[in-house]
Nanobody, 125 residues
Framework: VQLQASGGGLVQTGGFLTLSCAAS????????MGWFRQAPGKEREFVAA????????YYADSVKGRFTISRDKAKNTVYLQANALKPEDTAVHYC???????????????????WGQGTLVTVSS
């Protein structure tokens, strides 16, 4: 299984980025796909998740209304549209996959089975 994250970069406050996560190696039909991030010196935290089958989405309060997660079944790719970026969004962003059996635990790092390598988002003030 491989999750290949891309799309990070350097933007100014208020700017936007589109992160992509190309998934391969198995069917993700019964999986939840998530984005997490880790800033220097901080723990990895949940950003957003989407259920592959239904498209149901979940967001951390800190990004609700600014970020949008989506998936393209035909391309086996998950996207994170990050708008109105703030300096506090600066972090390495990771995509991950968890079996749908996690139910309501889609925000927990420990429930995700597969992880990508991360892509760095830097927001300058």
């Amino acid at each position: 299984v491989q999750l290949q994250a891309s799309g990070g970069g350097l933007v100014q406050t208020g700017g936007f980025l589109t992160l992509s996560c190309a998934a391969s190696g198995r069917s993700f039909t019964d999986y939840v796909m998530g984005w997490f991030r880790q800033a220097p010196g901080k723990e990895r935290e949940f950003v957003a998740a989407v259920r592959w089958n239904s498209g149901t989405t979940y967001y951390a309060d800190s990004v609700k209304g600014r970020f949008t997660i989506s998936r393209d079944k035909a391309k086996n790719t998950v996207y994170l549209q990050a708008n109105a970026l703030k300096p506090e969004d600066t972090a390495v962003h990771y995509c991950a996959a968890a079996p749908s059996s996690v139910m309501g635990r889609w925000y927990r790092v420990s429930d995700y089975r597969y992880w990508g390598q991360g892509t760095l988002v830097t927001v300058s003030s």
